[in-house]
C-alpha cells in the first residue's frame, strides 16, 4: 500500500539532484563564468513535464485524502496543494528566462539568478515539508483502500530521465547529473 510514498520519496531524491544541478550552475553564472544553458533547457524540461504532470497532481490525490481523513486539521497541506501551481508557474517562467537568455535578451544575471534560486529554494522547501510533515501523516492515517484508489487514479509512469530506459532527450543531461 505504501508503494505510492515509496515512488514519491524516490522522486524527491531525483528532484534533489535536478536542484544541486541549477545550484552548480547558477554559482557559474554568479561567478561570471558561463553556466550549461542548453543541460539547464533539458532539467527544466524535464521538470515541467514529469514532476509537474505525474508528481504534484499523485500528491494532490494523497494530500487531500489525508484533509479528509483528518478533517482539515493540517495547515500545511493547503500551502502545499498551492505550492504545486506556483512550482509549476516559476518552472514555465524558468524555461522562458532559458530561451530569452539564449535569444540575447537583456536578462541581468542579476534578474536570472533571482528567478532561479527563488525557484530552487522554494522547490528544496516543498520537499522537505513533505518529507517531515506530511508523508508521514500519510503513512499513518491513510488507509490501505486510500492508497489502491491512488494508485489507480495515478498509474506510475517509468521517469524518462532518472529511470531504466532515459529518454532521448534527457540522454546528455543525466549522465552529466548521474555519471
Ligand atoms: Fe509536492
Ligand atoms: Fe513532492
Known amino acids: 500500500m505504501q508503494n505510492v510514498l515509496k515512488a514519491l520519496h524516490t522522486e524527491h531524491a531525483h528532484i534533489c539532484r535536478v536542484l544541486d544541478f541549477l545550484d552548480t550552475q547558477i554559482g557559474l553564472l554568479e561567478k561570471g563564468e558561463n553556466p550549461e544553458w542548453d543541460l539547464m533547457k533539458d532539467v527544466m524540461h524535464y521538470m515541467t513535464n514529469f514532476p509537474d504532470i505525474y508528481h504534484h497532481p499523485k500528491e494532490d490525490l494523497v494530500f487531500k485524502r489525508l484533509r479528509e481523513r483528518q478533517a482539515g486539521a493540517i495547515p500545511e497541506i493547503d500551502d502545499i496543494l498551492h505550492e504545486h501551481g506556483e512550482l509549476a508557474e516559476m518552472g514555465q517562467k524558468f524555461r522562458a528566462a532559458i530561451n530569452e537568455v539564449e535569444g540575447g535578451s537583456v536578462m541581468s544575471v542579476d534578474d536570472f539568478s ?37 494508485d489507480k487514479a495515478i498509474k506510475s509512469q517509468p521517469d524518462p530521465m532518472f529511470g531504466h530506459m532515459v529518454k532521448d532527450e534527457y540522454k546528455l543531461i543525466r549522465s552529466a547529473i548521474c555519471d
Open 114 to 150: 533571482k528567478m532561479a534560486r527563488g525557484y530552487v529554494d522554494v522547490q528544496r522547501r516543498h520537499v522537505e515539508l513533505e518529507e517531515r510533515v506530511l508523508f508521514p501523516l500519510a503513512r499513518k492515517f491513510l488507509r490501505a483502500e486510500d492508497w489502491t484508489e491512488v
